[in-house]
């Protein structure tokens, strides 16, 4: 990921969170009132950015039959999962947890996929009774129990194999694969082949799809052609078996530019692939999560101090890994900007740690950043925060995670609030002593 230097942008974060005055803004609303008001650390989400990208989905892939899965675990605020349902969308789940969310969220269940190598059987009776779109099979233990759940429910379960295409995913963390052999995704093509035939058998498996998903933050359109032509080969070999399939899911994984660079080519991918379904009467699924909710995020944190220490600066903010882990966890790299400046005012720039309050020494938000150096009780606002921020901030350190505000139609709405010290002892017994 890039290492540019950006401070003071005068042109802002992102296309919803422009700088005005010199204070950076969500859709005309101040990011520095919404800090105010709501406290930091704050995630501000800009409710017509996300639906703008939903929207951006739909259309460039009209020219097939297309549901858009959005992948809850990138940002699951049931708010936010209501306004990307509203707009036509369904959602790619990989938990009870998250098939509860996306249902209360409103997302109907039709339109939602299972994916998820550990699923329990608890998890898929829910499921089915729910009425999910497809279960994502990712092994033969899987499709066994599958089977049996269906058996028991007397409700054939609709099934696509997730196969592992085995290629290769340029992702910029080794993490962040999937697509090749060795990991613990997907079944290998002979497998799934297998799989698909002892489905069709079966009176308690109804085949539905295929699908596949090869990684995260990848910027080629490459890698999704290498993957699509090992799918279509098995379609057109179980078609000719006479086992015709509805849909074909690529995953998600479309990379966003987190310092400004264009992210995936989505016309290009498009192109690729819209003429090889419509072909084949296919429907296509596609789970995009970081693609559609990244840029619409911001993540709000307000300087506590700035000391120097073995010839370094620190500057130590009320947010760190457990509000934001993607860059100790990934090296993720984030654009900060300060969410107020003064033209007028020269500041020295100087590469700086921005660190959290967690003791932790990979506790930070970005390492050697070139910054004009902050003062305590100022603002600083981190970039691309809308997907895998708060969906992986945890309570380590009894740290009790932020709120999020949704900016919709000019307004700020809390869509939830900041946990309570009280929220985190939540569930927790002290047993008395048994003397
Ligand atoms: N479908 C499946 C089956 C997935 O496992 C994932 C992501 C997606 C779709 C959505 O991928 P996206 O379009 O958001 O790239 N926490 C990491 C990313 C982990 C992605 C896990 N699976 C990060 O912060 O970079």
């Not at 650390?41 to 959005?70: K, N, W």
């Not at 196969?163 to 697509?179: C, I, L, M």
């Not at 297998?194 to 079966?202: I, Q």
Request: aromatic share 6%; glycine share 14%; with cysteine.
């Amino acid at each position: 990921m890039g290492q540019g230097v950006l401070t003071g942008d005068p042109a802002g974060l992102a296309p919803g969170f422009p700088r005005v005055d010199g204070v950076l803004h969500c859709r005309g609303v101040a990011l520095d009132g919404l800090a105010r008001r709501f406290g930091t650390p704050l995630y501000v989400y800009d409710a017509l950015g996300i639906e703008a990208r939903v929207r951006h989905f739909q259309e460039t892939f009209s020219g097939v039959d297309f549901l858009l899965a959005y992948s809850v675990k990138a940002n699951g605020n049931l708010a936010v999962l209501n306004r990307i349902g509203s707009a036509g969308a369904g959602a790619d789940i990989v938990s009870g947890g998250e098939l509860h969310r996306a249902l209360t969220a409103g997302i109907p269940a039709s339109r939602i996929v299972f994916a998820g190598v550990g699923k329990t059987a608890r998890e898929m009776e829910d499921a089915l009774e729910a009425g999910v779109h497809a279960f994502h099979v990712e092994g033969r233990g899987e499709l066994e129990l599958l089977e049996s759940v269906a058996r028991r429910l007397g409700s054939p379960a609709p099934v696509a194999i997730r196969v592992n295409p085995d290629v290769e995913s340029p992702t910029p963390h080794e993490y962040t694969r999937t697509g090749h052999a060795a990991s613990k995704f997907g079944v290998p093509v002979s497998e799934a082949m297998e799989l698909y035939r002892h489905a069709h058998g079966s009176s308690h498996l109804r085949v539905r799809g295929i699908g596949a998903h090869i990684g995260s933050q990848i910027v080629e359109v490459a890698p999704y052609t290498d993957a699509l032509a090992v799918l279509l080969e098995m379609v057109d070999e179980l078609a000719g078996e006479g086992l015709e399939l509805e849909y074909l899911d690529l995953g998600g994984g479309f990379g966003v530019g987190y310092d400004g660079e264009p992210g995936l080519p989505l016309e290009e991918l498009a192109d690729a692939l819209v003429p090889e379904l419509v072909r084949r009467g296919l429907r296509l699924v596609l789970e995009p999560g970081r693609s559609v909710v990244g840029h619409a995020g911001v993540l709000l944190t307000r300087i506590h101090y700035v000391k120097r220490s073995g010839g370094k600066t620190f500057v130590i903010t009320d947010g760190g890994m457990t509000e934001l882990l993607r860059p100790s966890h990934y090296g993720g790299w984030h654009r900060i900007e300060p969410v107020r400046i003064d033209p007028k005012e020269v500041r020295e720039v100087r590469p700086v740690d921005v660190v959290g309050p967690v003791c932790e020494t990979g506790d930070f938000l970005a390492r050697g950043r070139p910054l004009p150096l902050p003062r305590p009780g100022e603002l600083l606002a981190v970039g691309t925060a809308g997907a895998y921020g708060f969906a992986m901030a945890s309570n380590y350190n009894a740290r009790r995670r932020p709120a999020e505000v949704m900016v919709e139609d000019g307004r700020p709405l809390l869509v939830r609030r900041r946990e309570t010290a009280d929220d985190l002892l939540r569930g927790e017994i002290v047993p008395p002593r048994a003397d």
